[in-house]
């Protein structure tokens, strides 16, 4: 299963931009970027995912690198809602790789 | 429209016992996946099902084991329990499964298992 690299936190004042990145050298050409963000006490949650283009949706923005070797989400006004552990990770398809690694993820602090 | 619910949220067994815990997809999704959540090793996957056929699992004993419904509400049951399967068990589901990379997951808020 090809890996994800993230780094272990990084910190936010409130209502800045926040770009998170993440690396993933070993990508196949038919893996999906996912982003997930776990709040404290809650189960992980659905933020982005892209192939190949760059992505947009209410909640973020996903920039994928030309050579799909690396990613990064984008939070275009950080709150202090949005301090959670953030998940890259690649999908594949077909059954067999029709699961989610999780790595360690990036914990995000926003400070106000 | 509901989200993915898991029953109960918190849990209490002791060693040697046996449990089930229970997902309730949202509406329309037939894949269920569960996962297991510790400080130690995070989010490790368990298994998936989708129309009541198991598509994938992980690396885990075969004390853990799954199982879903024709209504594509899942449980999993632990047996034999010991002090490290305590844990936060997630349950996940997606619209689709093999071919659905693209496809999202909504996760539930988990059962929280505490083994004594």
């Known amino acids: 299963d090809a890996k994800t690299t993230q780094p272990n936190s990084m910190e936010s004042n409130e209502e800045e931009p926040v770009h998170l990145p993440c690396n993933h050298s070993?990508?196949?050409?038919?893996?999906?970027i996912h982003w997930y963000r776990q709040l404290p006490s809650q189960g992980p949650e659905y933020v982005i995912h892209?192939?190949?283009s760059n992505v947009n949706n209410r909640m973020a923005s996903l920039a994928i690198a030309e050579d799909r070797k690396s990613s990064t989400l984008i939070l275009h006004r950080a709150t202090l809602r949005d301090a959670a552990v953030y998940y890259c990770?690649?999908?594949?398809?077909?059954?067999?790789?029709?699961?989610?690694?999780f790595g360690t993820g990036t914990l995000l602090a926003v400070q106000p | 429209k509901a989200g993915v619910t898991q029953t109960p949220r918190y849990l209490i067994k002791t060693r040697g016992q046996q449990v089930t815990l229970s997902c309730s997809p949202i509406?329309?999704?037939?894949?269920v996946s569960w996962y297991q959540q510790t400080p130690g090793q995070g989010l490790q996957f368990l298994f998936e099902?989708?129309?009541?056929?198991?598509?994938n699992k992980g690396n885990f004993p075969g004390r853990f084991s799954g199982r879903q419904f024709s209504n594509s509400r899942s449980e999993m049951n632990v047996s034999t329990l010991e002090l490290g399967d305590s844990a936060l068990y997630l349950c996940?589901?997606?619209?689709?499964?093999?071919?659905?990379?693209?496809?999202?997951?909504?996760f539930g808020s988990g059962t929280r298992l505490t083994v004594v």
């Open positions: 996940a589901s997606s619209l689709l499964s093999a071919g659905g990379a693209s496809d999202g997951y909504t």
């Open positions: 070993t990508i196949s050409g038919t893996d999906y």
């Open positions: 892209g192939l190949t």
């Open positions: 990770i690649l999908r594949g398809n077909g059954g067999a790789t029709n699961k989610l690694i």
């Open positions: 509406s329309g999704h037939r894949s």
């Open positions: 099902y989708f129309s009541e056929t198991q598509r």
